[in-house]
């Protein structure tokens, strides 16, 4: 948020986010003791420790101290030490005090599964027809399946083994792309390749492609349970791609999406992060392997990275920024070329900034897409009527004005500020600035002398349209300005309405 105010068409001081982007300075600072190498083990060493303390002595785990046992957050613990050991973090078998945790912790869940599997058959005779496939059950068989070799199934399992194989081989297309990933692992990793390879092909003829945004799935939509998470689903099918289908093509493209959802939004939980972080240093290509400058040519200009008067590249992330006077850009400059030399994806973004009379401002068309209209509202013996108001429309001073502005967006987005600007004619009807909900959306509306300003914390996929009063109070002929919206995580990611005159007499 801090990044880039220059470009920016507010001053992070006059929106709401300040906190914010305070947090998210912390954030960067504290980086840095990710490098230090003694406070990493000693930080380590301490989160084992609490998470052994917390155990129940029967091996399960609670969600907090002194809450029951939770089989969920048993098995979610299950699945992170098994990412662990996959990174090479840690290895149970020569550390003692894990090894007793996660033996105490699977046979908690054995004991658990096999009692739930009796009791189904149980109370349900035909339970071999019936679907008993429950989402902690597919959670069960994914965490248990990361320790078969060290931790192998005892004998009086094979039968409800072979039952949840069969359950999962039959009742897989009716299962969300979370389960259908995570049945594609453990089946893989069970020995049933055969179902594991046809639900990889299912999921990659439903996948969407787009050369911008990558890979992904028109239903990945954020959702109350934990089952349908966005992040985590394309983060556990990233795992499935490359372990179960070796598609590496598809993994990079997976990748892609994943890495576009933190450029205009913020990764929500540690959970979501771990496990994005996991999908993207384990599978595919390394994305912090190399550490080329990307060739930039502009027109017969080579861009220096290390240009005096900019920011040089960061470590790591290769992020460095350059600019031009005024008098230094010739048209030729328009004409970008871009070679990257490493093979993971990389993102940039150019500037023009000019000036420019309002009223010959024309449309601009990105990810987001604004359309501008005013009416004349006017009151009938039926109610209230609004009539469009062209460039040949004359108002009179009283007449009420509606402003309606059609937004449009093609992806999820995070912190974004829509400025409306007013003609000096008109005056607003609601002055209290506060928070305000329309239309399925929620924001917050600022009122000053020029514009009306909307600060959207969280916009999701679709359209949406926003409305408000004006009252005509001077006479003449006046710009109307224009509407502008801007992603302040994504500067990139911004967007105009025309410019439009108004008369009143």
């Not at 490098?35 to 990493?40: I, Q, R, V």
């Not at 930080?43 to 052994?52: D, I, T, V």
């Not at 083994?161 to 792309?177: E, I, P, V």
Request: some cysteine; charged content about 25%; proline content about 4%.
């Amino acid at each position: 948020l801090e990044k880039n105010e220059e470009l920016k068409s507010v001053l992070l001081q006059e929106s709401p986010w300040v906190r914010e982007a305070a947090s998210e300075t912390e954030r960067r600072q504290r980086i840095a003791l990710l490098f230090d190498l003694n406070k990493l083990a000693s930080e380590q060493s301490a989160a084992l420790k609490k998470l052994g303390d917390m155990q129940n002595s029967n091996g399960s785990w609670p969600w907090f101290p002194g809450m029951p046992d939770s089989r969920y957050i048993t098995q979610h613990i299950v699945t992170g030490l098994g990412h662990l050991t996959a990174l090479k973090v840690i290895d149970p078998l020569k550390d003692n005090a894990i090894l007793y945790k996660l033996s105490m912790a699977l046979q908690y869940l054995d004991t658990t599964m096999r009692a739930d599997f009796e009791k189904i058959k149980k109370q349900d005779k035909d339970y071999q027809k019936n679907n008993h496939l429950g989402y902690e059950d597919m959670q069960y068989l994914y965490a248990r399946s990361y320790f078969l070799t060290t931790h192998p199934l005892e004998k009086d399992m094979d039968e409800l083994l072979r039952y949840y194989k069969a359950q999962s081989a039959k009742y897989w297309n009716t299962q969300n792309n979370y389960m259908k990933g995570m049945m594609a692992l453990y089946l893989n990793r069970y020995g049933d390749q055969k179902t594991a390879l046809l639900i990889m092909r299912s999921l990659k003829e439903t996948a969407l492609h787009n050369e911008e945004t990558g890979m992904y799935w028109r239903d990945n939509q954020s959702s109350w349970y934990w089952f349908q998470a966005p992040i985590e689903t394309q983060a556990l099918l990233i795992e499935a791609f490359d372990e179960v289908s070796h598609d590496m093509q598809s993994v990079e493209e997976m990748k892609v999406w994943l890495l576009k959802q933190k450029q205009t939004q913020d990764w929500k939980t540690t959970r979501a992060t771990t496990e994005a972080i996991y999908a993207l240093l384990l599978r595919g290509t390394s994305l912090l392997a190399s550490d080329k400058q990307v060739d930039i040519t502009l027109g017969d200009e080579k861009v220096n990275p290390y240009k005096e008067g900019g920011i040089q590249p960061e470590a790591g992330t290769g992020y460095f920024k350059t600019s031009w006077d005024a008098s230094a850009i010739i048209p030729q400059m328009g004409k970008v070329t871009v070679t990257n030399p490493n093979p993971t994806v990389a993102w940039g973004a150019m500037y023009w900034q000019y000036f420019e009379q309002l009223d010959k401002i024309t449309p601009a068309q990105t990810p987001l897409s604004l359309s501008k209209k005013l009416f004349h509202e006017m009151d009938t013996p039926t109610g209230p009527v609004i009539e469009p108001i062209t460039e040949n429309a004359i108002l009179k001073v009283g007449d009420r004005v509606v402003v309606r502005i059609e937004l449009r967006s093609d992806r999820n987005m995070e912190y974004l500020h829509l400025k409306d600007m007013r003609a000096s004619a008109f005056e607003p009807v609601k002055v209290l600035s506060g928070y305000r909900y329309q239309g399925g959306l929620g924001y917050y509306e600022s009122t000053l002398d020029a514009s009306t300003n909307f600060f959207i914390s969280y916009l999701p996929k679709g359209t949406f349209v926003f409305e408000y009063k004006l009252t005509a109070t001077q006479k003449g002929e006046f710009s109307n300005g224009i509407t502008s919206i801007q992603c302040m995580y994504a500067p990139e990611f911004s967007s105009h309405s025309e410019g439009i005159r108004i008369r009143v007499q």
